[in-house]
Every structure is written in structure tokens, then in C-alpha cells.
């Protein structure tokens, strides 16, 4: 498997950027034989959907993030995007049609270490 990291709201370059979800599979994997790519960056840096209730759209993600793989090689069959919460699913699918249109064959999963449940959740959302 490949596992890939959703990025942070905050683009590399901003003093606020954080590799967090790249740290915790590096940690957790370690010594196993599996291939962990930071497969997908923002263009710029967002509020994170935690700080704000005017949560950026899907198309506005999907229009700032970018696939970018500097390895040259394809990743492995099983593609597993790893995020550290689950609240409508938009990061998951920004992540998950970047990565089909990049790899087509790849199969993708997803995995996520916890999972916001709203009454309300806002309209748009994959809840």
C-alpha cells in the first residue's frame, strides 16, 4: 500500500504549516515495509475547517490542491489517504479524484483516525 497524507490547511511556506499527518504515519509505520508519499499539496494556505463555521467549498479545495509526486514512480496498487478527522468527507474526495485522474489504476481507500457527527451538518457537506 501507499499511504498518502491529506495536507493541512497552511501551504508549505507558511510559518503556520504543519506536517502533522505525515509525522503520525512515519511514527506508526516505521520499520514496516510500506511507502508513505506526501502526495498532495495546497497552492495556498485556508482557515482550517475547525476554526471557522464558513467552511471553504469542495470546488475552491480542489481548485488550490495539486497532485505532485517528485518520486517518479508509480504508487502501489492499494492507495490509502490518511486524514486525522472526518467532517464531511470534502478533504477525502479532493484527495481521492486528484490521485484517480493522477494513478487510474490505483485503488483508493481512505482512513481516518476520527470522525465529526453533527446534528446539522452544513448544506454541501458529505456528512
Given at each position: 500500500?501507499?499511504?498518502?497524507?491529506?495536507?493541512?490547511?497552511?501551504?508549505?511556506?507558511?510559518?503556520?504549516?504543519?506536517?502533522?499527518?505525515?509525522?503520525?504515519?512515519?511514527?506508526?509505520?516505521?520499520?514496516?515495509?510500506?511507502?508513505?508519499?506526501?502526495?498532495?499539496?495546497?497552492?495556498?494556505?485556508?482557515?482550517?475547517d475547525?476554526?471557522?463555521?464558513d467552511?471553504?467549498?469542495y470546488?475552491?479545495?480542489?481548485?488550490?490542491?495539486?497532485?505532485?509526486?517528485?518520486?517518479?514512480?508509480?504508487?502501489r496498487?492499494?492507495?490509502?489517504?490518511?486524514d486525522?478527522?472526518?467532517?464531511?468527507?470534502?478533504?477525502?474526495?479532493?484527495?481521492?479524484?486528484l490521485?484517480?485522474?493522477?494513478f487510474p489504476?490505483a485503488?483508493?481507500r481512505?482512513?481516518?483516525?476520527?470522525?465529526?457527527?453533527?446534528e446539522?451538518?452544513p448544506?454541501g457537506?458529505?456528512?
Amino acid at each position: 500500500m501507499t499511504f498518502v497524507p491529506v495536507p493541512g490547511s497552511k501551504a508549505a511556506g507558511d510559518p503556520d504549516h504543519d506536517n502533522r499527518m505525515l509525522q503520525v504515519l512515519q511514527r506508526a509505520l516505521q520499520g514496516w515495509a510500506v511507502d508513505i508519499r506526501p502526495l498532495l499539496k495546497l497552492t495556498q494556505s485556508t482557515p482550517a475547517d475547525h476554526e471557522t463555521t464558513d467552511r471553504q467549498p469542495y470546488n475552491e479545495l480542489l481548485a488550490i490542491s495539486r497532485l505532485e509526486d517528485l518520486s517518479g514512480e508509480d504508487p502501489r496498487p492499494i492507495v490509502v489517504i490518511v486524514d486525522d478527522v472526518l467532517n464531511s468527507g470534502k478533504h477525502f474526495k479532493v484527495a481521492q479524484v486528484l490521485i484517480s485522474a493522477g494513478f487510474p489504476e490505483a485503488e483508493i481507500r481512505g482512513l481516518f483516525l476520527a470522525r465529526c457527527v453533527r446534528e446539522n451538518p452544513p448544506e454541501g457537506d458529505a456528512a
